[in-house]
């Protein structure tokens, strides 16, 4: 069982940065991947970034890339996803997700059955 809790989020005008964080917790965890998702209002969930258990970053969006960064603390209690030059196309919100798996395995969307209870990000015009 794998326990997520975000925090961060907010409004930032077009070009700001913001910060997120994800505290992880849980009982008897092995290895986890980490998934980094958003949701823009009525559209599709997107996938931003996934990690491994190491904190290795597997995958990352195109259209974030030099932007958004994801990172670990030293006992991977807590990840941070900090984004830069946000644009108005941004505004969604930002679930930090978990599955109990390694390696390749992180890269697939599906059975990422851990959620956190999400983050409001928006950029105004």
């Known amino acids: 069982q794998v326990e997520l809790v975000e925090s961060g989020g907010g409004s930032v005008q077009p070009g700001g940065s913001l910060r997120l964080s994800c505290g992880v917790s849980?009982?008897?965890?092995?290895?986890?991947?980490m998934a980094w998702f958003r949701q823009p209002p009525g559209k599709e969930r997107e996938r931003i970034i996934m990690?491994?258990?190491?904190?290795?970053?597997?995958y990352t969006r195109s259209s974030v890339k030099g932007r958004f960064t994801a990172s670990q603390g030293r006992v991977r209690n807590t990840l941070w996803r900090r984004m830069s030059r946000l644009n108005i196309g941004e505004t969604a919100r930002y679930y930090c997700?978990?599955?109990?798996?390694?390696?390749?395995?992180?890269?697939?969307?599906?059975?990422?059955?851990?959620w956190g209870q999400g983050a409001q990000v928006t950029v105004p015009s």
């Open positions: 849980g009982t008897a965890i092995g290895a986890i991947c």
């Open positions: 990690t491994d258990d190491e904190g290795r970053t597997l």
């Open positions: 997700e978990a599955k109990e798996e390694n390696g390749v395995w992180c890269l697939t969307e599906s059975q990422y059955i851990y």
